[in-house]
């Protein structure tokens, strides 16, 4: 028998090879995603390329949050925005530079059907129709409800739901579209201040194709009722100074008086929206908060393989009678 070389070099590492670090493959796999030229590859050299300075938010970077600014180690990236609305319409509002992965899931099964990775400055409303578009194209699947949250109570998006997907739209209502507490609805039409006074109808225009009624303080647009009603019995700040309220109705109809909102199949249909955030909780195993690339493409591709990889251990479970553990992520990749 030949003597050990000490030289020789191994085809696999120790570590591979009795299955120590069995995750590291996987790393791997998602550490080689750039379809860049090789020119623009990573220029610091090998291994995960830096992250911009403007995506630690813990480190102290001067205009931060001007989107003017793109940062220099991801060019690509872009700037966003995160509002959330909290009670009495309050919102929080969060910026940050990265990308959004905008997914469509089925609620039942709780699996990704289509998905594409944009700059996290594209709007998700823009990228609805295109997605379930290519959903229709691609399985025409008969869609029987779709859910979503108060951010795509957009009227283009309801109208598609309704018209051309022939489906109920399980959209939450979004705050700013709902008549302003201080006022509301005359029982003769028009509307009613928080003082209880009728507002009057001051005409009507056109934004973005929907007709708005203009209704305006009755003090400070009447001469006549000024004489009656001088001061505004809530001392309105809008009052004190000298304008009064304004409030707008809708002139037009509005398709949103057709769907059901408080009704309880639309309570129970929508409670089964969570089903997305448990998905994405899955994703977040398979490093999809973190990616180890920069730039669009790359990212964009390991979103792509995080999806596959999830349809692959749903699709293993299924083929081997395991239909039940179609989600067991840890189940099949106990080291992640």
């Known amino acids: 028998m030949k003597s050990f070389n000490s030289s020789q070099k191994l085809l696999l590492p120790p570590e591979d090879i009795y299955?120590?670090?069995?995750?590291k493959k996987y790393q791997i796999l998602f550490s080689h995603l750039d379809s860049?030229?090789?020119?623009?590859?990573?220029p610091?050299?090998?291994?995960?390329?830096?992250?911009?300075?403007?995506?630690?938010?813990?480190?102290?970077?001067?205009?931060?949050?001007?989107?003017?600014?793109?940062?220099?180690?991801?060019p690509d990236a872009r700037l966003g925005v995160l509002?959330?609305?909290?009670?009495?319409?309050?919102?929080?509002?969060?910026?940050?530079?990265?990308?959004?992965?905008?997914?469509?899931?089925?609620?039942?099964?709780?699996?990704?059907?289509?998905?594409?990775a944009k700059p996290a400055n594209v709007s998700e409303q823009t990228l609805f129709i295109p997605l379930f578009n290519q959903v229709q194209n691609s399985f025409h699947f008969p869609v029987k409800e779709v859910l979503a949250d108060a951010m795509y109570d957009v009227e283009s998006i309801l109208k598609f739901v309704i018209n051309d997907l022939r489906a109920l739209p399980r959209i939450a209502r979004n705050p700013r579209w709902q008549i302003h507490s201080d006022v509301k609805p005359a029982p003769t039409g028009g509307l009613i201040c928080i003082a209880g006074f009728k507002m009057i109808y001051w005409g009507k225009f056109k934004d973005r194709g929907k007709i708005r009624l203009k209704f305006v303080c009755p003090i400070t647009h009447s001469k006549?009722?000024?004489?009656?009603?001088?001061?505004?019995?809530?001392?309105?700040?809008?009052?004190?100074?000298?304008?009064?309220?304004?409030?707008?109705?809708r002139g037009n109809s509005n398709i949103r008086a057709s769907i059901d909102y408080g009704s309880e199949s639309f309570k129970k249909s929508y409670n089964r929206r969570t089903s997305s955030e448990r998905a994405f909780s899955r994703l977040l195993t398979l490093s999809m908060q973190n990616p180890s690339v920069t730039g669009l493409q790359a990212t964009a591709n390991h979103c792509t393989i995080a999806h596959i990889t999830v349809l692959l251990i749903a699709l293993t479970?299924?083929?081997?009678?395991?239909?039940?553990?179609?989600?067991?992520?840890k189940k099949f990749l106990p080291f992640i």
Do not use: Q
């Not at 299955?19 to 995750?23: A, F, K, T």
């Not at 990308?99 to 594409?116: G, K, M, Q, W």
């Open 19 to 23: 299955d120590i670090h069995p995750h």
């Open 36 to 42: 860049s030229p090789l020119e623009n590859l990573n």
């Open 44 to 74: 610091h050299g090998p291994g995960r390329p830096p992250i911009s300075k403007e995506a630690l938010l813990k480190t102290s970077v001067r205009d931060r949050f001007k989107k003017s600014k793109i940062p220099k180690g991801d």
């Open 83 to 116: 509002i959330h609305f909290k009670k009495n319409s309050e919102k929080k509002i969060e910026y940050f530079w990265e990308y959004r992965n905008h997914v469509v899931l089925d609620a039942i099964s709780e699996l990704p059907v289509a998905e594409i």
């Open 224 to 249: 006549k009722f000024a004489k009656k009603r001088p001061v505004c019995p809530w001392y309105h700040p809008k009052f004190l100074k000298g304008k009064g309220c304004i409030a707008y109705l």
């Open 317 to 329: 479970a299924a083929k081997s009678g395991h239909k039940d553990k179609i989600r067991f992520i």
